[in-house]
Antibody, heavy 118, light 112 residues
Framework: QVQLQESGPGLVKPSETLSLTCSVSGGSISSYYWSWIRQPPGKGLEWIGYIYYSGRTNYNPSLKSRVSISLDTSKNQFSLRLRSVTAADTAVYFC????????????WGQGTMVTVSS | QSALTQPASVSGSPGQSITISCTGTNSDVGDYHYVSWYQQHPGKAPKLIIFEVSNRPSGVSDRFSGSKSGNTASLTISGLQAEDEADYFCCSYTTHITLGVVFGGGTRLTVL
């Protein structure tokens, strides 16, 4: 079955760019929407955005000015870049597959903790 | 996008039933049947347990059920078991400002 695995630095300095990659195994990245979702410590989930396999993207309006999601079909990976980070961006970041037919996240990565601190 | 409103906590004894509410607006829960629910145990990734308001993915216990009335969706867990103790999040498609999804703040279920 499809599995997702996040990777990237666990510590990012304020004002710098957070970069994470999600590797997709057990299936093709073609079809489906591929999303990033984050969860600050002790808080709820926040949808960051998605990329469709065609390359079309859509972002949470609250983060749109700082975020970009890209796709590398040759590596079966998709990536997140979040610019100008602050302590408020400290969170566990999950990548997830969204089944567009039901608009639900049916496969999740295990999550990776990213701390913004100098 | 404003988060959907869930109670911070609910509790119940083994064998009992509990219901968690999820209130949105007519730009999300009220106008679309794309409401999903997720179960999250501490330190784990969320797991999809309900999609399209009331459908269960394969392998999810039929003790979990979902419904919707107006702007409020609900998750009911019957025959509570110790393993049900977890955080539960609702999620809805939204057309508020942009087309996307919005999550609820989450509900901590304690099995007494």
């Amino acid at each position: 079955q499809v599995q997702l695995q996040e990777s990237g630095p666990g510590l990012v300095k304020p004002s710098e760019t957070l970069s994470l990659t999600c590797s997709v195994s057990g299936g093709s990245i073609s079809s489906y929407y591929w999303s990033w979702i984050r969860q600050p410590p002790g808080k709820g989930l926040e949808w960051i955005g998605y990329i469709y396999y065609s390359g079309r993207t859509n972002y949470n309006p609250s983060l749109k000015s700082r975020v970009s999601i890209s796709l590398d079909t040759s590596k079966n990976q998709f990536s997140l870049r979040l610019r100008s980070v602050t302590a408020a961006d400290t969170a566990v970041y999950f990548c997830a597959r969204e089944d567009s037919g039901i608009i639900a996240f049916d496969v999740w990565g295990q999550g990776t903790m990213v701390t913004v601190s100098s | 996008q404003s988060a959907l409103t869930q109670p911070a906590s609910v509790s119940g004894s083994p064998g009992q039933s509990i219901t968690i509410s999820c209130t949105g607006t007519n730009s999300d829960v009220g106008d679309y049947h794309y409401v999903s629910w997720y179960q999250q145990h501490p330190g784990k990734a969320p797991k999809l347990i309900i999609f399209e308001v009331s459908n269960r993915p394969s392998g999810v216990s039929d003790r979990f059920s979902g419904s919707k009335s107006g702007n409020t969706a609900s998750l009911t867990i019957s025959g509570l078991q110790a393993e049900d103790e977890a955080d539960y999040f609702c999620c809805s498609y939204t057309t508020h400002i942009t087309l996307g999804v919005v999550f609820g703040g989450g509900t901590r279920l304690t099995v007494l």
